[in-house]
T-cell receptor, first 113, second 108 residues
Framework: DAGVTQSPTHLIKTRGQHVTLRCSPI?????VSWYQQVLGQGPQFIFQ???????GRGNFPDRFSARQFPNYSSELNVNALLLGDSALYLC????????????FGDGTRLSIL | RKEVEQDPGPFNVPEGATVAFNCTYS??????FFWYRQDCRKEPKLLMS???SGNEDGRFTAQLNRASQYISLLIRDSKLSDSATYLC?????????FGKGTRLSVIA
């Protein structure tokens, strides 16, 4: 069975550009969450979607947006990229219940020059 | 104050040693707790959920103390392959809140 898949694996952008990151959850999982992990820190929550509805939003600026599609895949969009957006972006999927663990994809490593 | 706090380490232990990590959380509304393992430049992987009654999975034992708001992870008979960063995670009404992680190096 395929796990959580993310694309692209690596990405290099320059300041001011925008980026779209993609995630496909584990089959049967309806919840997708996005996290940002900068070096030396734990992952920080950005968004959660469940059944195509936003269920939660972390403390990130409006430059960050996301959506979930009918097939439960998801996109994370970041506009007006800043140097500080350089990080590993992780997508996690789960069945959706509060006690359900989340399973992570390999992540997209985003570098801003 | 960070919502989940861990000693960043590093913990350098010889093979076969027993090592324990502690973690505290500040949100008393947190409902679920987990330990994740993260290898260098890889994604976090679920190690185990943590239950109030304590739970064991092979060489790993996790404990939760709700009164004191701390979580522990005990690793017995450490292996070289246990070298990684261990992330303490809580979950309340929002998705996962991670600690910064505790780095473990098991030395031959």
């Amino acid at each position: 069975d395929a796990g959580v898949t993310q694309s692209p694996t690596h990405l290099i952008k320059t300041r001011g550009q925008h980026v779209t990151l993609r995630c496909s959850p584990i089959s049967g999982h309806k919840s997708v969450s996005w996290y940002q992990q900068v070096l030396g820190q734990g992952p920080q929550f950005i968004f959660q979607y469940y059944e195509k509805e936003e269920r939660g939003r972390g403390n990130f600026p409006d430059r960050f947006s996301a959506r979930q599609f009918p097939n439960y895949s998801s996109e994370l969009n970041v506009n007006a990229l800043l140097l500080g957006d350089s990080a590993l972006y992780l997508c996690a999927s789960s069945l959706g219940g509060m006690d359900q663990p989340q399973h992570f994809g390999d992540g997209t490593r985003l570098s801003i020059l | 104050r960070k919502e989940v706090e861990q000693d960043p380490g590093p913990f350098n232990v010889p093979e076969g040693a027993t090592v324990a990590f502690n973690c505290t959380y500040s949100n008393s509304a947190s409902q679920s707790f987990f330990w994740y393992r993260q290898d260098c430049r890889k994604e976090p992987k679920l190690l185990m959920s943590v239950y109030s009654s304590g739970n064991e999975d092979g060489r790993f034992t996790a404990q939760l103390n709700r009164a004191s708001q701390y979580i522990s992870l005990l690793i017995r008979d450490s292996k070289l392959s246990d070298s990684a960063t261990y992330l303490c995670v809580s979950r309340g009404n929002t998705p996962l809140v991670f600690g910064k992680g505790t780095r473990l190096s098991v030395i031959a």
